[in-house]
């Protein structure tokens, strides 16, 4: 496989899991992991240095459960060392 296959396959991938995310919606890969999406809601944060106030908006950000097979993995190489 090129670097133009592998491109557009990684392209892909990103477009399906960017596609997912937005919608809420986790994608499992087994073996790997989870990627879920976490949504927070507004909150107050606090300036330290003037003491304001600021209202930050709602965001909804990525987040990745590793998987028990990618977590095995890790741990045999390890050992090994």
């Given at each position: 496989m090129d670097a133009k296959q592998t491109g557009a396959i990684a392209e892909?991938?990103?477009?399906?899991?960017?596609?997912?995310?937005?919608?809420?919606?986790?994608?499992?890969?087994?073996?790997?992991?989870?990627?879920?999406?976490?949504?927070?809601?507004?909150?107050?944060?606090?300036?330290?240095?003037k003491g304001q106030r600021l209202l930050m908006p709602p965001s909804v950000k990525a987040s990745l459960r590793i998987g028990s097979g990618l977590k095995k993995a890790v741990l045999k190489t390890n050992i090994k060392e």
């Open positions: 892909a991938l990103k477009d399906i899991i960017t596609g997912c995310l937005s919608n809420l919606d986790d994608v499992a890969i087994p073996g790997f992991g989870t990627i879920c999406a976490v949504k927070t809601d507004e909150y107050i944060a606090i300036d330290p240095s």
